[in-house]
């Protein structure tokens, strides 16, 4: 299936750095979400986007709708080891009785060294 | 609790066995998926429901799979004639009526051996 265009497949940082990684698309999107995975759980959503140009925080997290809704950052700050897990991008379709699937990324592997 | 539940959380079963997952959504939330994921990938759509009715199947839901939602609450996940190829994690997401929000359950695994 269609799938987006996630960056960086995986990182591996010391605690306290920040921390970017990123998705784009060849189609636009009316809304992207970021969801965190911990092995053998289903993804837990942390920050929503609905609007393009849209900059939302969620405490250390921060996340971007871009301009021109095919493309969408998240970046956390001062990472800690409990950050450590799989990031991944989804976003939603604009139209055409498809706005309600998603289409995911194949995730950021996150690795925090304390 | 009330996020999105799912049983079983782990399955094993042997190939040519039929499984079912059942999902409990959030309440009230009235659209209902299924997504699967295998190891290194992102979650993939499998079907959708609005109340009970389903209103798409992806290709991926090959004959072998049927899910139903009877009485627009809880949901199943069929799969008949289990192949090595269907081992996953079988996730179940829920949506409110004026939400763009969608959020999902733990998951069932799959293993077939």
């Known amino acids: 299936g269609q799938q987006l265009n996630q960056s960086p497949q995986s990182m591996f940082i010391q605690e306290g750095e920040d921390v970017s990684m990123n998705c784009t698309s060849s189609?636009?999107?009316?809304?992207w979400l970021w969801y965190k995975q911990d092995p053998g759980e289903g993804p837990v959503l942390l920050i929503a986007?609905?609007?393009?140009?849209e900059l939302t925080s969620n405490g250390r997290l921060t996340a971007q709708f871009g301009i021109t809704r095919k493309d969408s950052f998240l970046n956390i700050s001062a990472s800690i080891p409990s950050d450590v897990g799989i990031y991944f991008c989804?976003?939603?379709?604009?139209?055409?009785?498809?706005?309600?699937?998603?289409?995911f990324g194949k995730g950021t592997l996150l690795t925090v060294n304390p | 609790d009330t996020g999105v539940s799912q049983d079983p959380r782990h399955k094993i079963t042997k190939r040519g066995q039929n499984v079912t997952f059942r999902c409990d959504p959030i309440?009230?939330?009235?659209?209902l998926y299924w997504y699967r994921q295998t190891l290194g990938q992102g979650p993939e759509f499998l079907t959708y429901?609005?109340?009970?009715?389903?209103?798409?199947k992806s290709r991926l839901l090959s004959d072998r799979f049927s899910a139903e939602r009877p009485k627009g609450s809880f949901s199943t996940l069929e799969i008949q004639r289990t192949e090595q190829g269907d081992s996953a994690m079988y996730l179940c997401?829920?949506?409110?009526?004026?939400?763009?929000?969608?959020?999902f359950g733990e998951g069932s695994w799959l293993t077939v051996v």
């Open positions: 309440s009230e939330h009235n659209r």
């Open positions: 986007l609905y609007k393009a140009g």
């Open positions: 989804a976003g939603q379709p604009n139209s055409g009785g498809s706005n309600y699937k998603l289409t």
């Open positions: 997401a829920s949506r409110e009526v004026f939400g763009n929000t969608i959020y």
């Open positions: 429901f609005q109340n009970e009715a389903q209103l798409e």
């Open positions: 189609s636009i999107f009316n809304t």
